[in-house]
């Protein structure tokens, strides 16, 4: 049986970490396709390009090429630190809400697992639109305190220094372009399992869902 884990969530929420706590448990491969997102706005970027401009945004996701791994390439290029950097962090929500754009990553997504034959998939559309049938589908919230205080530990690990109100401030106006774009809002799917992860140890909910996922197979027999 193929095992797909479908993880969303909105930033800060512990989506990277359980994914990949998840994905080492069950001997899985994981796949961050909010780094997806990123690396194609760093393209656009680069080129020049208007990240409103659907047509043009979708031909630099057709004609790039995103690897997603340990590091994150772009035409070969490493990408990991500057897709983390405030210039992609401000246009990615832009650039992601086209449906064009959606559509040539969501079948690179469903490629990748079909390569694989299964996988930890995290991301904001996951459970609702690129892997409906996942084995199992967990939506991670948390207060909006706690997402900040887990963002700016991640920018002052990567030597920025940031207030943390001004990443409360950004968190919120991602989630409410990611939750109100047309094309495949940040959303759980009715049957994903809600979990608030605030004052939770990632252990005790890579734990849970692991448990979930063993569970789902045993039952399939
Ligand atoms: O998870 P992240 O913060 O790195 O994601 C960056 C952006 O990419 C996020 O603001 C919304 C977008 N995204 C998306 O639209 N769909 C996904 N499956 C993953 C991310």
Not at 10 to 28: N, Q
Not at 142 to 159: L, V
């Amino acid at each position: 049986m193929s095992i797909v884990v479908a993880i969303d969530g909105p930033s800060g929420s512990g989506k990277s970490t359980v994914a990949r706590g998840v994905a080492d448990a069950l001997g899985l491969d994981v796949l961050d396709t909010g780094a997806m997102y990123r690396a194609i706005t760093q393209a656009v970027l680069a080129r020049g390009a208007d990240p409103h401009d659907a047509a043009a945004c979708a031909q630099i996701a057709r004609e790039v090429a995103v690897d997603v791994g340990e590091r994150v390439l772009l035409d070969g290029i490493d990408v990991t630190s500057a897709i983390r950097g405030p210039e992609v962090t401000g246009a990615v929500s832009t650039v992601s809400a086209h449906s064009e754009v959606r559509s040539v990553l969501v079948d690179r997504q469903r490629a990748w697992v079909d390569q694989r034959g299964g996988g930890v998939v995290e991301g904001r559309d996951i459970g609702t639109v690129v892997f409906p049938q996942a084995t199992v589908k967990v939506f991670l919230t948390a207060s909006g305190d706690e997402r900040a205080r887990r963002r700016q530990r991640d920018e002052q690990e990567a030597q920025r220094e940031v207030e943390v109100d001004e990443v409360r401030d950004d968190l919120a106006r991602r989630d409410h372009l990611d939750s109100s774009r047309e094309a495949s809002p940040l959303r759980a799917a009715p049957d994903a399992e809600s979990i608030d992860t605030t004052g939770r140890s990632a252990t005790e909910v890579i734990d849970h869902v692991v448990q979930r996922v063993r569970a789902a197979v045993a039952e399939a027999g």
